[in-house]
């Protein structure tokens, strides 16, 4: 049985940092491209982060350089790491899953499976 749990959401002032966690079940050895997406209210999707099961990532221009996400335990466990955060970066996010076929950050957009989401606020 395939799953995704988000967790470590929370709301942090401009300049901060958070740290997503996905828990991924039936993923084990995956070709799968998987990552997260975010969406704010009012806005559309926006892939975030992607990685491929041999550990190349590839980012959103909007958070190059201040995210990092990383996989572990035979890509069972997902982590989103946050820094410098700003107010534009408060939206749900989303731990997702994508074919492989092309995974860059903007694959995640439109995913096959996601989790339940986690919030992020950051205020100013």
């Known amino acids: 049985q395939v799953r995704l749990v988000d967790s470590g959401g929370g709301s942090v002032q401009s300049g901060g940092s958070l740290r997503l966690s996905c828990t991924a079940s039936?993923?084990?050895?995956?070709?799968?491209?998987m990552g997260w997406f975010r969406q704010a209210p009012g806005k559309e999707r926006e892939g975030v982060a992607a990685?491929?099961?041999?550990?190349?990532?590839r980012y959103a221009d909007s958070v190059k350089g201040r995210f990092t996400i990383s996989q572990e335990n035979d890509r069972s466990m997902l982590s989103l790491e946050m820094k410098t955060l700003k107010p534009e970066d408060t939206a749900m996010y989303y731990c997702?899953?994508?074919?492989?076929?092309?995974?860059?950050?903007?694959?995640?957009?439109?995913?096959?499976?996601w989790g339940q989401g986690t919030q992020v606020t950051v205020s100013s």
């Open positions: 039936g993923f084990a050895g995956s070709s799968y491209c």
């Open positions: 997702a899953v994508a074919p492989p076929r092309s995974c860059e950050a903007r694959t995640l957009a439109t995913p096959m499976g």
């Open positions: 990685i491929d099961k041999f550990g190349t990532t």
